[in-house]
């Protein structure tokens, strides 16, 4: 008898949905609403950057909850990030939806299926 501890289930699916996922830079749409003194409710809308975390099918699955901020330790690493930056610009915009206590990033699926080789056309 193993005195090793059986893994449950749902660990080893999730490792296996993790495994062969990516992370990068997107840009994600935030918003606020308030009443104002004239009683009309306004919007304001904003944006952040974002590392984004996929698992291994290409769902969104976490995201730094704090945006980048922007400092480097090189002149060369802030070339190479600052690429990575204007790639985010290139991709469809996340929405960052919270519903009580849940939070997610909407993803547009055009950034999927780009990934996987298909053209969009609109």
Not at 45 to 71: D, F, Q
Not at 87 to 109: D, Q, R, S
Request: charged share 30%; net charge negative; with cysteine.
């Amino acid at each position: 008898m193993s005195d090793v501890p059986e893994i449950p289930k749902e660990i080893e699916e999730l490792a296996d949905e993790l495994s062969g996922g990516w992370w990068n830079y997107r840009i994600v749409e935030k918003s606020n609403s308030w009443i104002g003194p004239d009683g009309n409710r306004h919007l304001e809308r904003y944006y952040e950057l974002h590392e984004v975390y996929y698992n291994g099918k290409g769902e969104i699955w976490s995201w730094t909850e704090n945006p980048v901020g922007i400092y480097f330790e090189s002149y060369k690493e802030m070339k190479q990030v600052l690429k990575q930056y204007k790639k985010a610009c290139k991709h469809p915009i996340l929405k960052f939806e919270k519903h009580g206590i849940e939070e997610t990033l909407v993803e547009t699926g055009e950034y999927l299926y780009k990934l996987k080789g298909g053209k969009h056309g609109k």
